[in-house]
């Protein structure tokens, strides 16, 4: 079946280590997404990623950071420099090149608790 | 910069009642609009959509109208059931990211 998929589900961590979530997609989509979700805030924008080897920030980038090594890949890092990242973390994909027209596919996401 | 408002919840219903959860958004250009649905402890999944002003997107008996006039997208379905509990998001598509509204919590009561 083809998907996102993003592991773990649940991750605890403590206070002043980084961490990295894992997204992986088999749809042969060319751009990614982070989100991160709190909750009554709706999804925000960490960073996206359009092509192999490039990604941009988004709206909350701060304290967090991503590689696409890989088409298939686009892991996230929250490092220590994060000051508040207990969240819902999101991964999403969409097919590159057809306008902005074409939905987003979510993965599962990773629930983030740094004690 | 695009936005996207939607009504405030929690929307508290009984079974077979009829759903509206109102969406408005502000954006340049003609963006393409969503509705997102959410189960608890789930990822986003795609509910409907619509491209362009006056397409009417539909699914699992939800509908939405791409009001350009009005600068709306107001989901409604017409008898909501206990597995319609969710939290659904309103989201537009500009350029080649989306923005997302705040959610609207839907508890629905046998």
């Known amino acids: 079946d083809g998907g996102i998929t993003q592991s773990p589900k649940y991750l605890f961590r403590k206070e002043g280590q980084n961490v990295t979530l894992s997204c992986e997609q088999n749809?042969?989509?060319?751009?990614m997404y982070w989100y991160r979700q709190d909750p009554g805030q709706g999804l925000r924008l960490i960073y996206y990623?359009?092509?192999?080897?490039?990604?941009q920030k988004g709206d909350i980038a701060e304290g967090y950071s991503v590689s696409r090594e890989k088409k298939e890949s686009f892991p996230l890092t929250v490092t220590s420099a994060q000051k508040n990242p207990t969240a819902f973390y999101l991964c999403?994909?969409?097919?590159?090149?057809?306008?902005?027209?074409?939905?987003?596919?979510f993965g599962p996401g990773t629930r983030l608790t740094v004690l | 910069g695009d936005s996207v408002t939607q009504m405030e919840g929690p929307v508290t219903l009984s079974e077979e009642a009829f759903l509206t959860i109102n969406c408005t958004y502000t954006?340049?250009?003609?963006?393409?609009l969503f509705w997102y649905v959410q189960y608890p402890g789930e990822g986003l999944q795609l509910l409907l959509k619509a491209t362009k002003a006056d397409d009417k997107g539909s699914n699992k008996g939800f509908e939405a109208t791409y009001r350009k006039e009005t600068t709306s997208f107001h989901l409604e379905k017409g008898s909501v059931q206990v597995s319609d509990s969710a939290v659904y998001f309103c989201a537009l598509s500009g350029g080649n990211k989306l923005v997302f509204g705040a959610g609207t919590i839907l508890r629905v009561k046998s």
């Open positions: 749809l042969n989509h060319d751009a």
């Open positions: 990623s359009q092509i192999v080897n490039d990604f």
């Open positions: 999403a994909s969409r097919p590159e090149g057809a306008g902005g027209g074409w939905e987003q596919f």
């Open positions: 954006a340049t250009g003609y963006p393409s």
